[in-house]
Structures are given as structure tokens and as C-alpha cells.
């Protein structure tokens, strides 16, 4: 007989599944809270990793100068040069005077609205914290937020002077009624650039009735002088007074930081135009002139700056004096820094570099055109070219910069010139140019025959000969940025100056492009002409690369062929900071004949 059980199995199998069912379920949950905690890690790691690195380029990327002086008021400047892609933000200085080593080290933080700095601009991070500083020496660290740190010595009121000055007045025997150039040659003695380098008195006294009708501003207004670099500032002072008349001049020149020059000075004597004869003084026992001895008159841009492309213009005028024919067979340009340790190149014969786009005497490819030697320009032919008697002929070129050796600007270049003729082999001096050590324009002055395309090679002069006695001719003179970079410019308020040689009458402004107003035309004493134009916009952008002065003058009424000099010079600064001052000694041959 068959027992049948009433208690089933079933149901205990069934509690069994729920349990292990709830199990796995909790399991599973751990499992997968470890993964996504895992995953939550790794992200974290990933992200900063990438924060980092992000940082880490960004301060690769971070490059900025800092440049530290003070004011006549001892309120010190920190100015930041950004020169990176991205922003600067400074968020300490630090302070630490060498004299004092027991003085701690004070920290300064920044002002928001001061502390960022962005690329390209320079900014003073001190312009709403003023920071007062007692003379001494003093070490000046900046640190970035990203931790970039820059250090640099200021030596303010220091009792070891860096700046040393010298006056010359020429002529020391100006004849009265015209003018005497002043020429303060200011030196940096020590190691470190001096920021800002200006005159800071010119002062005159006069003997008996001498004293000064007219003067003007110092050429340069100021520049930034590197160590073992030399300026020269200088004015135009119209004299007047009795013969025998002196007049002292007498100055000196500043730089931030508390640096100054000695006092210097020098004497000019009033004279009339025939003084000399008098048995008050020992005549003179040397004629040492020489009529046969041809006449150099430059073509020099200043500034120059870095360029792949661009070109500047240089040359020369050589005048013939005599009345006949002279053979030119070799020209040499010389441009070259003072420094002990010279590496810049204001014409670099390395790396495929002096390339030319000659103008004059042949415009197109000339061979004769070369650089024979660093810093040195040349011309040389084996077939002369021939100046007739009294007249006179131009070497012009288009050439590529050269390039300092470092990121420091050359404030003053000297320049020389030297040409071989039939008539001797002989030299001119006391010329100068700059040029930037960063991306700068390329500023020339210059005649042009087409004032619409005046940077054309085919356009651009430095010279006229033939021109008819009492004849009204015109002129269009250019400044002109001949960097092809629309970045560098000519900032606004630039003067292009025009001095239109004395015996020239009916001076007229013809037309003007770039300028405010029209210029001016002044006539000075004597009897010369000056014509300034004060630029309208900034220039060198693709839109706006020159700007011209077009006016009309009546040359002499003559009998004999005669030859004036047309000084052209400029005077402003470019976008980047950098003074300006290129000069064109433009040589006008009336021909009587």
C-alpha cells in the first residue's frame, strides 16, 4: 500500500531560490559600486593628468620680460613684457636688498586689475600700487602664477654712476644769425641696460648781447641704452649778438633708476662772416683744402628691424665739385655697434642673407653690389661710371637686415661711407642708425617720382641734376614703412621734416597724404626753409605703407652751376616702442647751362 506524504517539498525549494537569488543581486551591486568607483578614479587621475600637463604647457609657452627702474619720485616701475601667446598673470614680487643682507626679503602681491599682462602689450604692475624704494641695490623677483620666475638687480641712487656725458657745439665760431649744433654724446659705463636715457637741462648764457632767437626739441627724445652703448642728442640753436659774443651751453642727461651724468659744457663764439683777418689773433699759416675731392651725401633708414623679406634702403651721393668728368669705380658702406664683444650684423654675408634689389646706377639685378665682409655694403665695377664735371650721381640699393646677436635693441649704429675715383680714394664719417632686436618697421625717407607707388624701386630718388635756374619744381617727399609686416608700424603723430636749402624761394605746399591739416612751412634765418608734417595714422599697414609731402619751390637765379643739399629726416616711434630717425641728404643740381 502506497503512503502519500501531506508535507511537499516544493515550497522549502522555492524560499531557497529567493535567498540565493538575493544574494547574486548583492553581490552584483558590490561588484558593479567597485567598478564604477574604479572607473571614478581613474577618471579623476586622467583629468588631472591632463590639468596638469595643460599647466605645465602653458608655462612652456609663458615667455615675458621684466624691466625695473624708478622715477624722480623713488616710486618704483615694474614693467612686464609679454612676448608669449597667451596672458601673463603675476601674482608676487619679491624684494631683496644686497646692501642690507640682514633686511628680510619682502614679498608684495599684485592687484587684480594690474596682474594681467596680454600678449604683445607691456604693462607697469605697479600702476595702482605705488611702491616707494630708499636708494640702494636691490634684487627684483617676479613670479607668475604659473610659477615662472624672473629676477633682475636694480641699482637706484648707487654711488657707482653708470651714465657719462660729453657737450660739443659746432661750429665752436658760429656766425651770426645762424645756427650752432649741440651734441650731447651720453655713454652707459657699466653692464646693465638704463631705461629711458634723456637730457635733462640744456642751459645757455650769453655774453654781452649774444644770445639764442630759436631752438629745437633734442633728437632723440629718449632711448633705452644697453651697456657700453653710446647716444647722441642734439639741438639747433639760432644765435644772434656782437662778434666776440660768447655762448655757454651747459647740461646734463637722466635715467631712471636715479642715474644721472656730470654737468658738461662748451663755448661758442659769435662771429661775423668776415672776422678772420684781424691781427688779434694768429692767422692761420696750413691751407689745407682741397677743391678736386668728391662729396659723399647718405641715404640711411633708421630703425631697421627683423625681417625675412623686407628690404631697406641705402646708398650714397657722391657729388663731383669740379668742373671735370670723374670716375666712380668703388663705393663701401660700413655700419657697425660699439661693444667690446661684437656679434651684430647690420649686413650679414652668411646664410644665403645680403640680398639686394639694386635702384642706382642700375635699377634691377646688378652683380656689382656685394657684402665683401660683415657690416660692410659695396659697390664695384670694372667698368666706372662717369660723373660729369659739377654734377652728381646716386648708389642706391635695396638690401635685407642683418640681425643683432641677441634680443637687445643697437640704440646707436655707427655709419661710414668711402668711394674710389680718379680723383683719389676718400672717406666721410659721423653718421648713425639703429635697429631693433625684435620685429620692428623698417623706416626710409626719400624722393619719389610717383607718390602713388612711392616704394616702387623704379620711384624712389635721392638726387636731381638738371634742374633750369628760377624754375618752380616739384617735389613729393615719402616717409615710408618698407617692413611688409602689417603688425610693425609707425605710431601716429611721426614728423616728417623737410629742410629746403636757403636760396630756394616760393615754397608751397602742394598736396599731402597721411598728415593732419597741411603742414607747415616755416622760414628760418637764414632764409632757408622748413617743412613739417605731422602724421595722421598709424603707418606700415597693409593699407597705409607711405605717407608724402608734395611741394613746389623756385630754385636760384644763377649763372654757374651750383648744387644744394635737401636734408630729409623723420622723428617718432614705432608700435613696439622704438625711436625713429632716418635721413636722406638729397643733393639738387642747378644747371645754369
Not at 596638469?52 to 624691466?67: C, G, R, S, T, Y
Request: one cysteine or more; charged letters at 15%.
Amino acid at each position: 500500500m502506497t503512503r502519500i506524504s501531506l508535507f511537499s517539498p516544493r515550497p522549502r525549494r522555492g524560499i531557497s531560490s529567493v535567498v540565493g537569488a538575493l544574494i547574486f543581486t548583492v553581490l552584483m551591486i558590490a561588484g558593479f559600486s567597485a567598478m564604477s568607483l574604479a572607473l571614478d578614479s581613474q577618471t579623476d587621475i586622467v583629468n588631472t593628468q591632463r590639468v596638469v600637463a595643460d599647466v605645465e604647457l602653458k608655462k612652456q609657452q609663458e615667455q615675458f620680460d621684466i624691466m625695473v627702474s624708478t622715477d624722480a619720485n623713488n616710486i618704483l616701475d615694474i614693467s612686464v613684457d609679454n612676448k608669449g601667446q597667451n596672458p601673463v598673470e603675476i601674482s608676487r614680487i619679491w624684494i631683496t636688498n644686497k646692501t642690507l643682507p640682514t633686511q628680510p626679503a619682502k614679498p608684495f602681491s599684485v592687484n587684480s586689475n594690474d596682474a594681467f599682462v596680454p600678449s604683445g602689450f607691456k604693462s607697469n604692475i605697479l600702476a595702482t600700487q605705488p611702491l616707494y624704494i630708499t636708494p640702494d641695490t636691490y634684487d627684483v623677483k617676479i613670479i607668475s602664477t604659473l610659477g615662472t620666475v624672473k629676477i633682475t638687480e636694480l641699482s637706484y641712487g648707487s654711488s657707482s654712476n653708470g651714465l657719462r656725458a660729453e657737450l660739443i657745439t659746432d661750429p665752436p665760431d658760429v656766425i651770426v644769425g645762424q645756427n650752432v649744433t649741440v651734441a650731447m654724446l651720453v655713454t652707459n659705463t657699466g653692464s646693465e641696460t638704463i631705461y629711458n636715457v634723456r637730457p635733462n637741462t640744456l642751459n645757455f648764457i650769453g655774453t654781452g648781447t649774444g644770445h639764442v632767437v630759436s631752438s629745437s626739441s633734442n633728437i632723440p627724445a629718449f632711448v633705452d641704452l644697453n651697456g657700453g652703448a653710446s647716444v647722441m642728442f642734439s639741438w639747433d640753436y639760432q644765435v644772434d649778438g656782437d662778434s666776440g659774443n660768447q655762448l655757454t651751453f651747459s647740461g646734463n642727461a637722466i635715467g631712471d633708476g636715479g642715474y644721472s651724468t656730470n654737468t658738461v659744457s662748451d663755448i661758442s663764439v659769435l662771429r661775423l662772416p668776415t672776422d678772420g683777418d684781424s691781427g688779434d689773433t694768429d692767422p692761420d699759416i696750413v691751407n689745407d683744402e682741397l677743391l678736386a675731392r668728391p662729396q659723399l651725401f647718405f641715404v640711411i633708414p633708421s630703425s631697421q628691424g627683423k625681417s625675412e623679406d623686407a628690404q631697406a634702403v641705402w646708398g650714397i651721393n657722391v657729388v663731383n665739385p669740379i668742373n671735370a668728368d670723374m670716375q666712380v669705380s668703388k663705393l663701401v658702406i660700413t655700419a657697425f655697434a660699439p661693444g667690446a664683444q661684437n656679434n651684430d650684423k647690420l649686413f650679414d654675408r652668411g646664410g644665403g642673407a645680403c640680398i639686394f634689389n639694386p635702384i642706382s646706377p642700375v635699377l634691377g639685378p646688378d652683380s656689382n653690389w656685394s657684402c665683401p665682409s660683415e657690416n660692410a655694403l659695396m659697390w664695384q665695377s670694372t667698368t666706372p661710371i662717369i660723373i660729369p664735371g659739377n654734377s652728381t650721381k646716386s648708389f642706391l640699393t635695396k638690401v635685407e637686415p642683418g640681425k643683432p646677436s641677441g634680443t637687445a635693441s643697437l640704440e646707436s649704429v655707427v655709419v661710414q661711407g668711402s668711394v674710389f675715383t680718379t680723383l683719389g680714394s676718400f672717406g666721410k664719417a659721423g653718421y648713425q642708425s639703429t635697429m631693433s632686436g625684435t620685429d620692428s618697421s623698417i623706416i626710409n625717407v626719400y624722393l619719389t617720382s610717383d607718390p602713388l607707388n612711392p616704394r616702387s624701386s623704379s620711384n624712389i630718388k635721392s638726387s636731381i641734376v638738371g634742374i633750369s635756374p628760377n624754375s618752380i619744381r616739384l617735389f613729393n617727399v615719402t616717409l615710408a614703412d618698407m617692413d611688409t609686416v602689417s603688425s610693425t608700424t609707425i605710431n601716429s603723430g611721426a614728423k616728417l621734416i623737410i629742410n629746403v636749402p636757403k636760396d630756394w624761394t616760393d615754397v608751397e605746399i602742394a598736396d599731402s597724404v597721411g598728415f593732419i591739416g597741411t603742414p607747415s612751412v616755416t622760414k628760418l634765418g637764414d632764409n632757408s626753409h622748413q617743412i613739417v608734417g605731422v602724421t595722421s595714422d598709424a603707418l606700415g599697414s597693409v593699407s597705409n605703407v607711405a605717407d608724402t609731402i608734395s611741394f613746389t619751390a623756385r630754385a636760384p637765379n644763377i649763372t654757374a652751376d651750383k648744387l644744394y643739399v635737401m636734408y630729409v629726416l623723420a622723428q617718432g616711434q614705432t608700435n613696439s616702442g622704438f625711436s625713429i630717425g632716418p635721413l636722406a641728404e638729397v643733393v639738387l643740381q642747378v644747371d645754369a647751362s
